[in-house]
T-cell receptor, first 111, second 114 residues
Framework: QKEVEQDPGPLSVPEGAIVSLNCTYSNSAFQYFMWYRQYSRKGPELLMY????GNKEDGRFTAQVDKSSKYISLFIRDSQPSDSATYLC???????????FGDGTTLTVKP | NAGVTQTPKFQVLKTGQSMTLQCAQD?????MYWYRQDPGMGLRLIYYSASEGTTDKGEVPNGYNVSRLNKREFSLRLESAAPSQTSVYFC?????????????FGAGSRLTVL
């Protein structure tokens, strides 16, 4: 069983929809939780990260961590066609060393 | 400020050939990483280097070698390429002041082994 499982998708939504992207994990040592966005044929780029449990908001994006359930989510409000990409969750136990990535969820936002 | 630069962007090899993927970062980061990305399998860590002069195996190191030439450069070598090594390879470096294990990635190197 993988340490990090990500909803596989693909996901297709109309413009303006609220999108929920989710990952679960099994390693209780994970404390740092990252979300990366990857456009087609590009490298991943960091969207946002959180430490431990709680919510973090950045514009239309909200990252949520529930350590008791070992579950993290990324919410996108008022989704735009430019949000069409693959979203990768990543986690690490410390702020150094290695991150473990989910397999990614591909999102398409239709105009 | 170019960030993380990978060369080549594309390469086709025959089984058994060798090649080296080059990676350089100009951000003075200590830690550097090599990942491979296959369809439906996310990013898998091949090797990483926490600092100049050190390297460690990741999740899928078999068939690869690395060299941390200096603080800027971290190369990945395939000694005898196999079709199973057909993949997109990403080099990354860690942002030290981020407070988390946040990575900056290169644009990727697409390798096909026939």
């Amino acid at each position: 069983q993988k340490e990090v499982e990500q909803d596989p998708g693909p996901l297709s939504v109309p413009e303006g929809a609220i999108v929920s992207l989710n990952c679960t994990y099994s390693n209780s040592a994970f404390q740092y939780f990252m979300w990366y966005r990857q456009y087609s044929r590009k490298g991943p780029e960091l969207l946002m990260y959180t430490y431990s449990s709680g919510n973090k908001e950045d514009g239309r994006f909200t990252a949520q961590v529930d350590k008791s359930s070992k579950y993290i989510s990324l919410f996108i409000r008022d989704s735009q066609p430019s949000d069409s990409a693959t979203y990768l969750c990543a986690m690490s136990a410390t702020n150094a060393g290695k991150s473990t990535f989910g397999d990614g969820t591909t999102l398409t936002v239709k105009p | 400020n170019a960030g993380v630069t990978q060369t080549p962007k594309f390469q086709v090899l025959k089984t058994g050939q060798s090649m080296t993927l080059q990676c350089a970062q100009d951000m003075n980061h200590n830690s550097m990483y090599w990942y491979r990305q296959d369809p439906g399998m996310g990013l898998r860590l091949i090797y990483y280097s926490a600092s100049e002069g050190t390297t460690d195996k990741g999740e899928v190191p078999n068939g690869y070698n690395v060299s941390r030439l200096n603080k800027r450069e971290f190369s990945l070598r395939l000694e005898s390429a196999a079709p199973s090594q057909t993949s997109v390879y990403f080099c990354a470096s860690k942002i030290p002041s981020s407070g988390a294990n946040v990575l900056t990635f290169g644009a990727g190197s697409r390798l096909t082994v026939l």
